[in-house]
């Protein structure tokens, strides 16, 4: 037991220096955990035969502890968040504006396919939402392909004008927003 309370302070003494080694190997986050690895190693190893030449043992351990450490698959690959921060930023959504936008523009398409015929809606849904092929709606409803195609193209017109004719009257005018203006000032 002697020997072991020996080979601790041995360890003790010389933790620095294995610090200094360890340091151009891991990062500074794990060389403490990579330290108490070494002891617990090392001190197993003495316990079961004398160690001849410690000090040689514990650098080489320590060494090999941080390789390994350093090769591990799970430090290879997972980043911390600090480090992943600017990537992340070029991954935000939309602003929240743009998003209302979006969802408005949505909704307001939505309303516009509500006003077409039933067979033009359907015919239209099939092509622009769904994406399905002039013959395979055609196949569907039991159209012919340019009867698909001509009730396409009215939707479209269809819902463009009506999307265009909302806009417009949500938009307020210059006018409106000057004489709107002069009553909030008087």
């Given at each position: 037991?002697?020997?072991?309370?020996k080979?601790t302070?041995?360890?003790?003494?010389?933790?620095?220096?294995?610090?200094?080694?360890?340091n151009?190997?891991?990062?500074p986050d794990?060389?403490?955990?990579?330290i108490?690895?070494?002891?617990?190693?090392?001190?197993?190893?003495?316990?079961?035969?004398?160690?001849?030449?410690?000090?040689?043992?514990?650098?080489?351990?320590?060494?090999?502890?941080?390789?390994?450490?350093?090769?591990?698959?799970?430090?290879k690959?997972?980043?911390?968040?600090?480090?992943?921060?600017?990537?992340?930023?070029?991954?935000?959504?939309?602003?929240?504006?743009?998003?209302?936008?979006?969802?408005?523009?949505?909704?307001?398409?939505?309303?516009?396919t509500e006003?077409l015929?039933?067979?033009?809606?359907?015919?239209f849904?099939?092509k622009?939402?769904?994406g399905?092929?002039?013959?395979?709606?055609?196949?569907?409803?039991?159209?012919?392909e340019s009867?698909?195609?001509?009730?396409?193209?009215?939707?479209l017109?269809?819902?463009?004008?009506y999307m265009?004719?909302?806009?417009?009257?949500?938009?307020?005018?210059?006018?409106?927003?000057?004489n709107n203006?002069?009553?909030?000032?008087?």
């Amino acid at each position: 037991m002697a020997q072991n309370s020996k080979f601790t302070t041995l360890f003790v003494n010389y933790t620095a220096n294995i610090k200094r080694y360890i340091n151009k190997i891991a990062s500074p986050d794990d060389i403490d955990d990579i330290i108490q690895e070494t002891f617990i190693r090392t001190y197993e190893a003495d316990l079961k035969e004398e160690i001849k030449y410690a000090r040689s043992f514990i650098l080489k351990t320590a060494k090999n502890l941080a390789l390994n450490h350093v090769n591990k698959w799970d430090n290879k690959y997972s980043d911390s968040l600090d480090d992943s921060a600017d990537a992340l930023i070029g991954l935000t959504s939309l602003k929240f504006e743009e998003q209302f936008e979006s969802k408005e523009r949505f909704l307001l398409f939505c309303r516009a396919t509500e006003q077409l015929s039933n067979v033009v809606r359907k015919t239209f849904i099939l092509k622009k939402v769904y994406g399905f092929s002039q013959k395979e709606i055609a196949n569907y409803l039991n159209l012919s392909e340019s009867t698909v195609e001509k009730h396409v193209a009215k939707g479209l017109l269809k819902c463009a004008e009506y999307m265009e004719r909302i806009e417009q009257n949500s938009i307020p005018k210059a006018s409106t927003l000057k004489n709107n203006a002069r009553s909030i000032i008087k």
